[in-house]
């Protein structure tokens, strides 16, 4: 039973805003095949994260985890920062 509750998804991403009181948007960018013409389609995928420490910046690269809501639009948690925007 333990080993269920931490097989968790991860995402990474870049933040998009950090405007919000600890929270940040991470837009996750994914490809996906067409499946009818096979043609590979770029998305995109917008979450909001909360960033306890209010540490992330616009442009970071950042690693976030699925956890409980903790708002009406927040259902992930920041783990890390990859990489810092230049």
Request: proline share 2%.
């Amino acid at each position: 039973m333990a080993m269920l509750r931490n097989r968790r998804k991860e995402k990474v991403g870049k933040v998009t805003s950090n405007k919000s009181d600890k929270t940040v948007t991470v837009m996750v960018d994914y490809r996906a095949i067409h499946p009818v013409y096979g043609k590979f389609l770029k998305t995109t995928t917008k979450f909001m994260a909360h960033d306890e420490e209010n540490a992330c910046g616009i442009g970071d690269v950042v690693r976030i985890m699925e956890t409980r809501p903790l708002s009406r639009k927040k259902r992930w948690r920041l783990v890390e920062i990859i990489e810092r925007a230049k």
